[in-house]
């Protein structure tokens, strides 16, 4: 589970973020790019987006669901 107290930087304020687990693997930023992006140093994702409506939640939740190391959290 993901950790809001670990939050990496890049991440904009509210309930979708990415931890300080993230191993850089890119699959939430090709699952849901509207709201996943990788940092410049390729190393970790962040949210620079917050999902609106149903449907963008849908898709940032699929993306939380192929983050292979939990480090994708909707608590923050
Ligand atoms: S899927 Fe998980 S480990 Fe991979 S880049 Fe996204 S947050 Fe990081």
Redesign the pocket.
Known sequence: MADKNSKVSGNVPGPFY?DSN????????QTDPDH?VMDDSGT??YVFKQPEGDAEREAALDAQG????D??GDDG
Not at 22 to 28: D, M, N, R, T, V
Not at 66 to 69: K, T
């Open positions: 990415v993230c191993i850089g693997c890119e699959a939430c930023a996943y970790f994702a192929v983050c292979p190391v480090a994708i």
